[in-house]
């Protein structure tokens, strides 16, 4: 099994994994706009994948704000991140990226982590695994980044149809919860939610009032989220 579960239509500049493409729509669009080839499919590692013509190599990117990018590291799913992603780069050819996106100094503002500590990690990733790490001011940095990177790997009639053999470890019942829990509310409210409801049952459970107790939920989009768990599935 390689980096990509079904491969898209060629050409194509940049293949975007099917679950962030869904949560970043926005990004999708914008990279539609500037004239890049996008194909959306599920991969097994990373989240864009930069295609390159025959005299480049491809790029492979793992996104995460600085949040994500926490707790990858508080939960160890870093450390499988960089397994896999060293193992596209020496089984593939690939250039491997980790990009980092938002303002690092909320490690101090916002949690309780050392700044020291976080940047000890980045330094391990560099040095010690020698992979690429790019800091992101904000997303619309990400976007053009993205778009500079991919023209610069060449037209997209010339590039590489993509492949890549690298398994993906199976989520845990954790990722799993996660997932499920972002799929209706995004990825920001999902931790919110789970980090005051700890389960999917009582989230399932919870009333309206005690939704908008989470910061960022107002009325409108708890009422949301309680229609979902409480409204009769219909078949189409």
């Known amino acids: ?36 080839k996008v194909a959306v499919s599920a991969l097994n590692v990373g989240d864009y994948f930069l295609l390159a013509s025959n005299d480049k190599k491809p790029v492979l990117v793992e996104r995460k ?7 990858s590291i508080r939960d160890n799913r870093i450390w499988d991140q960089l397994k896999l992603l060293k193992k596209a780069e020496e089984e593939e050819n690939v250039t491997v990226v980790i990009l980092v996106e938002g303002y690092l100094g ?10 020291s ?22 997303k619309k940095a990400t976007i053009a ?9 060449g037209i997209a009639e010339k590039k590489r149809p993509p492949r890549l053999r690298v398994e993906k470890k199976p989520m845990g019942i954790n990722e799993r919860i ?3 829990t972002e799929s209706i509310v995004g990825p920001v409210l999902a931790r919110r939610l789970l980090r005051k409801f700890r389960t999917l049952r009582n989230l ?24 979902i768990f409480n409204t009769s599935w219909t078949e189409i």
């Open 1 to 36: 099994m390689g980096i990509l579960v079904e491969a898209p239509l060629v050409p194509v500049d940049i293949v975007i994994d099917s679950r962030e493409a869904s949560k970043n729509s926005d990004v999708v669009s914008e990279l539609k706009k500037a004239k890049l």
């Open 65 to 71: 704000t600085v949040t994500d990018f926490l707790n």
């Open 106 to 115: 909320i490690v101090e503002k916002y949690t309780k982590w050392n700044i």
């Open 117 to 138: 500590a976080v940047l000890r990690i980045m330094d391990e990733i560099i040095i010690d695994w020698d992979v690429k790490v790019i800091p992101s001011p904000n």
């Open 145 to 153: 980044w993205l778009i500079a990177k991919a023209k610069s790997l």
């Open 178 to 180: 996660l997932y499920v």
């Open 204 to 227: 399932a459970n919870t009333s309206i009032p005690e939704l908008m107790n989470v910061e960022g939920i107002g009325e409108k989009r708890a009422k949301e989220i309680y229609a």
